[in-house]
């Protein structure tokens, strides 16, 4: 690791209020709005880009109320490289703003209808303005990546003249590689001698990795969403960036990490846009495991196969009882639910959970407790009849339930699907009265201990494992 690196701190703009409020789908209330901002507060981060207030009368109240908050963090908004939009920002009471133009050809020529030098003298004129005002400007380039590079330093020159404190290098649309941000930052820098700022968008899935780039090329600054919301595919990460920038490069933030998990929370479930399973950091999957050699590592030693400990970043890791699973990972799971069985009942409960893994369902904490204790007594049914979800050919969303029967030695798993909890688990019944006939003959009596459980759905919070 470069020591220069481990020293620098990279300015986080966090932009969730404005571009990611522009995510097609998303639009927010003043209040939540100041609800995101409390948490951004509570992040750490250096600048919260609060709204666009000229578009309409709830964005120029939530911009004013987060302005009010009086929060550490600098509060901007938007506005267009004009009077009017300069004007709307200072009645919010922001010290500092946002300011853009698009600078490519493609845009000039058929958004702007413009010439270099008409674009250039109304950004320098409106940046002016700004500063006479007392505002502190933050210049964007629309669409820089498709700008060519002598004319995008020129620009910069000019902003920087004008009183522009931050160049922010705009990849609009997200067709810019982390070789060309590199060059982008090197030359804008060398040329202008500005504080470069970089705003990547995720149409090719390099979001973090031209940011991480713009940064390790002299960007002091990045704009990111958190969950990397945003227009289309959505801008840079916050998580994920501040992770790998101070993981992986040795850059510092003011991010506080722990906070991560509840942001990323508190914005899918204020926005109503939610965090695929996936997701690095904070998505669910992110410090789940199910492959028996992977959770064997992992209790031994969690470096294994997780890069950082959950907790960095407010999480916890988890387990999930499948057919990927293991004897090890089954047996922690059971431990850590205080359930203690011999070795031949944990080979019968990972048999059941293989066993229904082939019939395409992962089974919960709750179920596989009741595997386990059904290992105990000679009759019993364990019934899950909301215990997963599958999706059928049409994408339509199916229960499905499952019965576990244990009679004397004999063990037996029944799954089964339907459109609700009720129909899935009569069929699984169906099932397992089929079995009964074909193992036991028609009416055959299983004795006065027989007993059916039903265990609640529970595929809501698995065991998490320290
Ligand atoms: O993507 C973009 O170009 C923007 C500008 C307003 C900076 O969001
Ligand atoms: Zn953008």
């Keep these: 690791?470069?020591?220069?690196?481990?020293?620098?701190?990279?300015?986080?703009?966090?932009?969730?209020?404005?571009?990611?409020?522009?995510?097609?789908?998303?639009?927010?209330?003043?209040?939540?709005?100041?609800?995101?901002?409390?948490?951004?507060?509570?992040?750490?981060?250096?600048?919260?880009?609060?709204?666009?207030?000229?578009?309409?009368?709830?964005?120029?109240?939530?911009?004013?109320?987060?302005?009010?908050?009086?929060?550490?963090?600098?509060?901007?908004?938007?506005?267009?490289?004009?009077?009017?939009?300069?004007?709307?920002?200072?009645?919010?009471?922001?010290?500092?703003?946002?300011?853009?133009?698009?600078?490519?050809?493609?845009?000039?020529?058929?958004?702007?209808?413009?010439t270099r030098e008409e674009m250039l003298e109304k950004t320098t004129r409106a940046i002016e303005y700004a500063r006479s005002r007392g505002l502190r400007v933050e210049f964007s380039a629309e669409d820089s990546t498709r700008t060519e590079i002598d004319f995008l330093v020129e620009v910069a020159r000019r902003v920087k003249e004008a009183g522009a404190s931050t160049f922010d290098i705009a990849d609009t649309v997200g067709t810019a590689t982390p070789e060309m941000m590199e060059e982008y930052v090197r030359r804008i820098a060398d040329g202008a001698g500005i504080m470069v700022s970089a705003h990547c968008h995720n149409d090719f899935g390099l979001a973090v990795a031209n940011s991480l780039a713009a940064v390790s090329a002299g960007a002091s600054q990045v704009h990111v969403t958190v969950n990397g919301i945003g227009e289309r595919t959505g801008n840079t990460s916050l998580e994920e960036f501040v992770m790998a920038c101070m993981n992986l490069y040795g850059f510092t933030t003011g991010i506080n990490r722990a906070a991560l998990y509840r942001a990323s929370n508190l914005v899918s479930e204020t926005t109503g846009f939610p965090v695929p399973c996936n997701k690095a950091i904070v998505g669910k999957n992110a410090f789940g495991h199910e492959s028996g050699i992977h959770t064997h590592g992992i209790l031994s030693e969690p470096s294994t196969y997780e890069p950082f400990d959950p907790a960095t970043v407010g999480r916890q890791r988890w387990l999930q009882a499948g057919k990927h699973a293991g004897r090890h990972g089954i047996e922690a799971q059971l431990r850590m639910m205080g359930i203690h069985l011999s070795s031949e009942e944990i080979d019968s409960v990972v048999r059941k959970v293989k066993e229904i893994g082939d019939r395409g369902h992962a089974v919960s904490d709750q179920e596989l407790k009741g595997m386990a204790m059904s290992q105990s007594d000679t009759y019993e049914m364990y019934m899950s009849p909301a215990g997963g979800h599958d999706n059928d050919a049409d994408n339509a969303v199916k229960k499905s339930a499952f019965l576990t029967a244990t009679v004397g030695s004999r063990e037996h798993v029944e799954v089964a699907s339907g459109s609700d909890d009720r129909q899935a688990a009569r069929r699984a019944l169906k099932g397992l009265s089929k079995w009964m006939e074909s193992e036991f003959g028609e009416g055959r009596d299983m004795g006065d201990g027989a007993e059916t459980r039903n265990v609640a759905d529970s595929h809501k919070g698995q065991q998490a494992v320290e």
């Design 1 to 114: 690791m470069n020591s220069s690196r481990e020293t620098r701190r990279v300015a986080i703009f966090d932009t969730t209020l404005r571009d990611g409020e522009q995510t097609p789908g998303i639009t927010l209330t003043p209040d939540r709005k100041v609800k995101i901002a409390e948490m951004l507060g509570e992040l750490g981060v250096d600048t919260i880009e609060a709204g666009f207030p000229v578009i309409s009368r709830g964005e120029e109240e939530a911009v004013k109320r987060i302005v009010e908050m009086g929060l550490n963090a600098r509060v901007v908004c938007l506005a267009r490289t004009d009077e009017r939009d300069i004007d709307t920002a200072i009645r919010c009471g922001v010290k500092s703003i946002h300011t853009f133009i698009a600078t490519s050809e493609i845009h000039l020529r058929h958004k702007l209808r413009m």
